[in-house]
């Protein structure tokens, strides 16, 4: 049985299967990230490498032309599809000396209230960037310098802010059924991770 299920296993069978489907994603999300940051080493190792080639061998181009334009838009994805994974892991940045003065009952009802607020703010990006996609798609806009379809990129960042979405309503959930905020086997175990 997944971590996620154990976890999630005191919810109603409905919301369980809902919960456990955002951990899955979470993961997925955390791993999409990491393949993006690879990517963006490597294209940037590439970039470099061509560039000292070419101070060597006068047929070798100068550069990777949508070397830079990608380096960007893998940047902006590895910040979007690890963000959910992150919230999860209980990584994104909080107020640990507000939280660790708490009872238990008022940490959970902070916790809740600031997973509900997040999901609404999120949630509104999410949808904006949705549709910034949408009629990026619509009207066939392509980049200048590369004509790549813009949408393609903007659909990448727009699945990882849907994701963080979903696991802020994820946690918003668990906070209201009191269950396990965090999945300590999303964390790293070093910070040499």
Same mark, same amino acid.
């Given at each position: %049985?997944?971590?996620?299920?154990?976890?999630?296993?005191? =919810?109603?069978?409905?919301?369980?299967?809902?919960?456990?489907?955002?951990?899955?994603?979470?993961?997925?999300?955390?791993?999409?990230?990491?393949?993006?940051?690879?990517?963006?080493?490597?294209?940037?190792?590439?970039?470099?490498?061509?560039?000292?080639?070419?101070?060597?061998?006068?047929?070798?181009?100068?550069?990777?032309?949508?070397?830079?334009?990608?380096?960007?838009?893998? %940047?902006? =994805?590895?910040?979007? $599809?690890?963000?959910?994974?992150?919230?999860?892991?209980?990584?994104?940045?909080?107020?640990?000396?507000?939280?660790?003065?708490?009872?238990?009952?008022?940490?959970?009802?902070?916790?809740?209230?600031?997973?509900?607020?997040?999901?609404?703010?999120?949630?509104?990006?999410?949808?904006?960037?949705?549709?910034?996609?949408?009629?990026?798609?619509?009207?066939? #806009?392509?980049?200048?310098?590369?004509?790549?379809?813009?949408?393609?990129? #903007?659909?990448?960042?727009?699945?990882? $802010?849907?994701?963080? =979405?979903?696991? $802020?309503?994820?946690?918003?959930? #668990?906070?209201?059924?009191?269950?396990?905020?965090?999945?300590?086997? %999303?964390?790293?175990?070093?910070?040499?991770?």
């Amino acid at each position: %049985m997944a971590t996620g299920t154990r976890l999630n296993a005191a =919810a109603p069978a409905p919301l369980r299967l809902l919960l456990d489907g955002i951990d899955k994603l979470s993961r997925l999300d955390g791993w999409l990230g990491a393949g993006c940051l690879i990517a963006l080493t490597l294209l940037m190792l590439a970039e470099v490498i061509v560039r000292a080639l070419s101070n060597v061998f006068t047929w070798v181009p100068a550069d990777i032309p949508v070397a830079w334009e990608y380096s960007s838009y893998l %940047m902006a =994805a590895c910040f979007t $599809f690890g963000a959910a994974m992150t919230l999860r892991a209980g990584g994104h940045i909080r107020v640990s000396l507000v939280l660790a003065r708490l009872s238990p009952g008022a940490r959970r009802v902070l916790e809740g209230t600031a997973a509900l607020i997040a999901t609404i703010f999120i949630g509104f990006m999410a949808y904006a960037m949705v549709r910034f996609t949408w009629g990026s798609y619509t009207r066939g #806009q392509t980049s200048i310098s590369s004509d790549t379809a813009l949408w393609i990129p #903007q659909a990448v960042i727009a699945f990882g $802010f849907v994701l963080l =979405a979903l696991q $802020f309503l994820a946690r918003t959930i #668990q906070a209201a059924l009191g269950l396990k905020l965090e999945d300590e086997s %999303m964390k790293v175990a070093s910070v040499a991770e």
